[in-house]
C-alpha cells in the first residue's frame, strides 16, 4: 500500500454500541434517582469508596455554570490536566478532544491549526479568517500567526466543539477554543517550574501573587524563558536546527472596590525569536527544483531516511521574530437584576519573518515578511439574573484590525551555476471592521424542561490595498479595490431536559458564519478586486451529560450534524486576457456535510486511580465540490464542464486554452479523520509519610488523514504515548517529574508546502524525547 492510500477505518460498524451503553446508563440513573427520593436517608449516604469527581465551571456561554449543565459539547482541561503534559503551547497539544486535532502551520513556530470536526484553516495569510476562533482571557485572536499561545499560569482551557456564533460571534463556525489565565489569590504566593530536557529544552516560569490592599487591590506578575535547540541537525555542518527562543511577561491588577464591582487589568509582552521549522525536501520530478537543480524528493519516501537531517545550514533555516504587547480591562458589575461585563484589548504586533522556501543550501526562493498588526475590540454583555423561570444575556460587539505587511522575494529559478535570478517587492494592506448585537435567553418552564432561543446580527467591512511585487526597490502596480461589507444573522434553537440532579439530555440547532474577504495574494486586477463570501453552517447537534455511580463516573454524548454552504476553497483560475496564465485565489466553491459521534468518560475506578477515555466518529464528505484545481489545458475543441463553467484563456502556438471546472466532490476534506481516541490513566498512592507518586500515562490516535484539500499529502495515522512519574509532597509544595513524550517514537507527515511546480517540503511531528521538571509552590 502507498503513503497516499489511506486505510478506512472500519469503527463505524460498531456505533449502535455507544448509544446502547448510554442509555443503560440513563436508566441505570433514573432508577438509582427514584430510590434516593424514597429515601432521605439514602440521599445523605455518600458513595462505596468516598470518591466523587469534581464539578467543572464554564464559561460556554459567557456566564459560569457547570459544565454537566451546558448543552455545548465541550473539553475542559484544567491544573493537572495539561501540568502533567508537559506541553509549553498550544501548538504541543495536538489531540486535547474527540474530533480535535491541532497542528503547526508549515514552518512556522507560532503559528496553529485546529481542526474541529473535519473543518480546518492551514493558510497563514492574515487575509485569511479561520474557522476557529481562539480567545484568550475573552478577546478574540484574529490572525493564524502568534496563535501559538503560551501555556502557563492558565486556569483552564474550553475546548468548544461546533458552532458558536450567538454567543462568539464570527469566525467560529467549526468552534471555539477559550483560554482563561489565572486571577490573583489575594494571598502572597506564587509558583515556579524548571523544566529540562532532551535537544536542549530549558523552560523557565514563575508567577507571584502580590496583595496590595487587602481585600481591594491584588496583583499577580508571571514571566517564562523557553528555549530549545531544536530537533533537526544539519547535514552540512552537524548543527542543530529549528532553534526557539521565547520569552513572555503578563502582570495583572484586580480592584475590588466592593462586592458588586471588579475590575482587571491584564497587560501583556511575548518575544519570539526562534528558527522556522526545518523541512524535508519532498519535491516530485515534475517540480522545477527537481529538474533545473536536481532536488529531488521522489528517492526520499517517509522513513526511508532520517526525517530530522536535514540538508541545510544555519543560513538557509530562516528564523521568526516576533513581537506582542497588549492589554485587557476586564470589569464586573453586580447591579441585582444581573451583572454588567465589559471586556476590552488592545493589542499590537510586530513580526518579521524570513523563509526558505526550499529549505536547502541553493538559491531557489527566499523571501522575507516584514508586518505589522494591531487590533482593537470591546463588548459589553449584560446577564440577567432577576428571574428564576427566565434568564438571558445580551450584548454588543465592536472589533477592527489592520496590517501592513512588505514582502521581498527573491528568485532564483535555473541551474546550479547560472546567473538568472530576480528580486521582487510587494506590499499589502488590510483594515477589517466588524460590528455585532446578540443574545440568547432561557424559558424554564419548570425544573426540568428549558428551552433556549437565541441570535446574533453581524457585520463585517473590509478594505484591502496591494502593490504587487515588481523588480526591487520599486514596487509593482498599486490596486486598491472598493471596500466589501458582508452580513449575517445566526439564530439558534435549543431545548434542555433535566432527567434529575445528575443526569440532562439536550438538543440544539445553530447557524455558524465565518467571513468573507479578499485574496491577500492576488497579483493581478482581476484577482486583487475579486472577493470571496461568507461560508455558513447549520449545526444540529443533540447530547447527553451525566453522572453515574454516586459521581464516580461521568458520560458526556453528542451527535452532531453539520451542513456547510459556501465553504470557501483554494482554486486556480484564469487571468483574463492572458494566455496561459492563473493564479491561486480563494473562492466559494463547495458544500459538505459532517457527522459524527463523540463520546467522554472519566471514572474512579479505584481510591486514587482515575481513568479519562474519549472517542469520536467523523463521517465527512462534500456534496458539491466543483472548481478548476489545475490550471489552464489546450483543446482542440470547446471542452465541457461536468458540474461548472469553463473559461477561454488564451491561444497559445496556435493551440487554444481553457480552464474547466470539475466534479471534485468525491475528494475527502482536508484534516478530517475518520477516528479520533483517547485514554489517560493517572494514579496516586502514599510513599511512606513524605507525599505521594502520581503515575500518569496518555495515549491518543488519530486515523489516516489528508493535510490538504487535493489528497496529496498523507498524514498516516498516529499513535502517540506519553508517560510520566511524580513525586509530589503531602502539602503540595513542591513536584518533582520525570517524563517522556511519543514514547512510540512515532513519524508523520503534520504537513506539506506544495508550492505550485516550484518545489515540495514535507513537515513532520517531534520525535520521542524526555526531560524533567521541579514545580514548586509557595
Known sequence: MTENQPTKSKTFANLPVLPCMLALLWLTSLDGHTQEVASDAAQDQPNAGGLALEEVMVMARKRVEPLQETPVAATVLTGQDYQLRFLNDLKTLELPAPNVTISQIDYFSNAVSVSIRGIVNTDIESS????????????????????????????QIEILRGPQGTIFGRNTSAGAVQVRSRRPSGEFGGRASITAGQYGRLDLKAAVDIPIIEGKVDAKIAALSQSMDGYYTSSINGRDLGEEDISAIRPMIRFTPSDAFDLTLIGEYSRNKSQLMPGQNDSAATDLLCVFQNFCGSDNPLGQI?????????????????????ITAEMNWDVGAGVITSVSNYRDTEEFIDIDGEHLTTDFFQINRDGEHDQFSTELRFASTAWDSFD?????????????????????????????GTQLVGNANQKHESYSLFGEGNYHFN???????????????????????????????????????????GPKLGITYQWNPDLMTYFTYSRGY????????CQTEFTCGRTFDPEQVDGFEAGLKGDFLDGRLRANLALFLNEYEDLQRTAIVPQPGVAIANETVTVNSASAELSGIELE?????????????????????????????????????????????????????????????????????????????????N?????????????????????????????????????????????????????????????????YVTARNVAGGLWTTRFVNPPRRWGVELAVNF
Open 514 to 521: 465565518k467571513s468573507g474577504g479578499f485574496n491577500g495574494r
Open 128 to 155: 485569511f479568517d479561520p474557522p476557529v476562533g481562539i480567545f484568550v482571557d475573552g478577546v478574540y485572536i484574529p490572525r493564524p500567526a502568534t496563535s501559538s499561545l503560551d501555556l502557563f499560569d492558565v486556569a
Open 392 to 420: 438571558f444575556i445580551a450584548g454588543v460587539y465592536y472589533f477592527e484590525q489592520e496590517y501592513a505587511q512588505e514582502s521581498n522575494l527573491f528568485l532564483g529559478i535555473g541551474p546550479i551555476g547560472t546567473t538568472f
Open 683 to 747: 494514579y496516586e498512592f502514599a510513599f511512606k509519610e513524605a507525599g505521594k507518586i502520581v503515575l500518569n500515562g496518555r495515549y491518543s490516535f488519530a486515523d489516516s488523514q489528508f493535510t490538504d484539500q487535493l489528497e496529496s499529502s498523507l498524514r498516516s495515522e498516529s499513535n502517540l504515548l506519553d508517560a510520566s512519574i511524580s513525586f509530589v509532597d503531602m502539602q503540595d509544595r513542591y513536584r518533582v517529574s520525570l517524563f517522556g513524550l511519543n514514547l512510540t517514537d512515532d513519524t
Open 601 to 681: 468518560l472519566s471514572a474512579f475506578v479505584t481510591e486514587g486511580l482515575r481513568v479519562d477515555f474519549s472517542v469520536g466518529f467523523l463521517d465527512a464528505s462534500y456534496d458539491e465540490f466543483c472548481v478548476d484545481l489545475d490550471g489552464p489545458s489546450p483543446s482542440d475543441s470547446v471542452p465541457t464542464s461536468s458540474c461548472g463553467e469553463v473559461f477561454f484563456t488564451g491561444v497559445v502556438d496556435g493551440k487554444n486554452y481553457y480552464n474547466v471546472e470539475e466534479d471534485l466532490s468525491g475528494l475527502d476534506l482536508q484534516r478530517a479523520p475518520e477516528l479520533t481516541f483517547s485514554a489517560n490513566i
Open 306 to 326: 532520517d526525517e530530522f537531517k536535514v540538508p541545510q545550514d544555519d543560513s538557509g533555516a530562516g528564523f521568526i521574530d516576533a513581537e506582542i504587547w497588549g
Open 447 to 489: 425544573d426540568k424542561l428549558t428551552v433556549t432561543f437565541g441570535g446574533r446580527w453581524s457585520e463585517d467591512k473590509k478594505t484591502f490595498t496591494n502593490e504587487l511585487f515588481g523588480v526591487y526597490p520599486t514596487p509593482g502596480t498599486r490596486f486598491t479595490p472598493d471596500s466589501e461589507s458582508w452580513s449575517d444573522f
